[in-house]
């Protein structure tokens, strides 16, 4: 296995790195992974609050599943490791952030070049009339309603992330693509590897001959490909990544 020394030299000579985010990224600060016995599909059917089918056929149900979990989301705070990637962004070592998650933590931790490839919860679709509503404006009708209204056409909104069911937002997805297949670093934080298309990121790079790192605590299918694998906790691996390589000395 290898050290986070290590990873911070092949950043410095493979850089500037495209870095490639999941659930693990965020456990740290709080949020819930997926798979676990602990994750928040644990006890529920996805199929039935989760997917784009649930939504169209009771809209209603889905929202009293997943209003509340907005607020933990915002009340969940960016942990070292979204600071890290931020300023090694900063420093010219992080090109961009290509993330799974939806909860906004990179950029609230101050990441600007950041590809959202499952959606987030900036913005809430109207499947009916295509407007859209903001977060300000879904948490204020969450605040007297279980479910927020579009308010162009008054139907029920969608919440802004990729259901089962939907396919991956074509512009981030071809943007993460370009990024991961030029660059000649990807990192892999905190992700199983195993939700397809974005799984599919890593064999982009390697096939492009660029190399492949993969922070994570547990095994990935792409373990074997990578030059480096360090088990470890994301938060403090990337915070001594970064300060290995002085991104953070205009935070210390």
Known sequence: MGTASELALLVRDRGPAVVLTGAGMSTESGIPDFRSASGIWADVDLFEVASIDAFRRDPLRVWRWYGPRIGGLLAAQPNAGHVALAALERAGHVRAVVTQNID???????????IEVHGSIARFPCLA????ETLEAI???LETREAPFCSDCAEIVKPGVVMF???????AMERAERLVRETGLLLVVGSSLQVW?????????VRAGGALAI????ETPYDAEAEIVVRGPSASVLDE???ALDARAENA
Do not use: I, M, Y
């Not at 906004?104 to 950041?114: D, E, K, N, P, Y």
């Not at 069911?165 to 512009?171: K, R, S």
């Open 241 to 243: 990544v970064a300060r």
């Open 104 to 114: 906004l933590l990179h950029t609230r931790a101050g990441s600007t070049a950041v």
């Open 197 to 205: 298309p974005v799984a599919g990121l890593p064999g982009d790079t």
């Open 215 to 218: 922070l994570n605590l547990e």
């Open 165 to 171: 069911g939907e396919l991956l937002p074509a512009d």
């Open 129 to 132: 009339c295509g407007a859209e």
């Open 139 to 141: 948490l204020a009708q």
